[in-house]
């Protein structure tokens, strides 16, 4: 067997498979394990080193033993070891267990008294892999049947779903214990004085440039009222300030400067200035904001007066 696989194929075939191994095995996210762990890469450096020692020793003590042989062992290691795969006694058995093939010179017990124009038949018998794969394949084919015909195990587009539906479940628990990640969808009112006063100097610092430090507005429109260009309530207002507002109008976003946390804090202070009346306001601009989320307190009528203001400001 030494002699079939060259020493120049045997290391780095052993060698790839332990390096293959260990990537498979190692869990080192994005990267490889050998640059994530250095010490996978000493571990695999060794390995290589003793890999090549144990080649040249091996070589070594053989050349050695070989010198010390008689004449007539050497003649005869030179014989064993010139055999080829095909001709080695383990495969020769190997073969006739697998295909039960009878010798050549047996095939005139075989031969049927069929001869079609010349062209006669042999009964051989069927040869063992092909019979055992094919009992395997009736063996699997019932234990199919009973498990997905009759038990009713999931198929692979229930299975599909299955997935879909848990991994939905594992990234909304995600980002409820990962608030950076907030979204317009996920973001809440915060009502906290503490985080209000927070969102003031956010305010202070990155708005009131533009909408005063009041928020009655300047070059941007009032916030403190209740009408709203791009929609109010919170989700609206964190909204326009992750995404900025329409173009060309100077309201930038603000997703490169500001954490979300940070925007959310902001939107809230926003939306706790409502009603606080600055002096000398902007002149209102956009729709009264009705959030169709809140429950409706004052009746039918509110949503008809909405439509008549929304005419009187355009
Ligand atoms: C460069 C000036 C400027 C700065 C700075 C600025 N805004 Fe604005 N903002 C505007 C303009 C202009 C609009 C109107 C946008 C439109 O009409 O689409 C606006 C609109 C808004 C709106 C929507 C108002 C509505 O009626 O729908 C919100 C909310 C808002 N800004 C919040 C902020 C917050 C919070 C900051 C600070 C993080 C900020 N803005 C900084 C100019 C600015």
Same mark, same amino acid.
């Given at each position: ?5 060259? +020493? %120049?194929?045997?290391?780095?075939? &052993?060698? =790839? #498979? ?5 990537? !498979?095995? *190692? ?103 092909? +019979? %055992?794969?094919?009992?395997?394949? &009736?063996? =699997? #084919? ?5 498990? !997905?015909? *009759? ?164």
């Amino acid at each position: 067997m030494k002699k079939l696989i060259p +020493v %120049y194929v045997r290391v780095p075939l &052993i060698f =790839f #498979a332990v390096f293959g191994a260990m990537e !498979y095995f *190692i869990d080192s996210g994005d990267r490889p394990a050998f640059i994530k762990f250095p010490m996978v890469s000493v571990f695999l450096f060794v390995f290589l080193f003793l890999l090549i020692a144990i080649e040249i020793t091996v070589s070594a003590i053989d050349a050695i033993t070989y010198s010390l042989l008689t004449d007539e062992q050497k003649a005869k290691l030179e014989e064993a070891s010139s055999v080829s795969l095909g001709e080695s006694d383990w495969y020769k058995n190997l073969m006739k267990k697998l295909t039960k093939s009878a010798p050549i010179e047996k095939e005139g017990e075989l031969l049927l008294d069929h001869d079609y124009d010349g062209i006669r038949e042999l009964d051989n018998s069927l040869p063992p892999w092909w +019979v %055992y794969l094919f009992y395997t394949c &009736i063996v =699997f #084919a019932a234990v199919y049947l009973i498990r !997905y015909e *009759i038990l009713g195990a999931p198929d692979q587009e229930t299975e599909l779903k299955n997935e879909i539906a848990q991994a939905k479940i594992e990234v909304a628990e995600y980002m409820k214990t990962a608030p950076d990640l907030m979204d317009e969808k996920t973001v809440t009112l915060l009502t906290d004085p503490a985080e209000l006063a927070i969102g003031k100097e956010i305010f202070t610092t990155n708005c009131a440039a533009c909408h005063r430090a009041d928020a009655g507005g300047q070059i941007g429109p009032n916030l403190t009222d209740d009408r709203w260009i791009l929609g109010g309530g919170i989700k609206n207002v964190f909204h326009t300030i992750m995404n900025g507002g329409r173009d060309g109008k100077g309201m930038i976003s603000w997703k490169g400067t500001l954490k979300p946390k940070e925007m959310q804090k902001v939107a809230s202070y926003i939306l706790s200035l409502k009603g606080s009346n600055p002096k000398d306001p902007k002149a209102p601009e956009g729709e009264i904001w009705v959030d169709d989320a809140a429950p409706k307190a004052d009746g039918a009528a509110a949503p008809v007066a909405v439509a008549k203001d929304s005419t009187q400001v355009k």
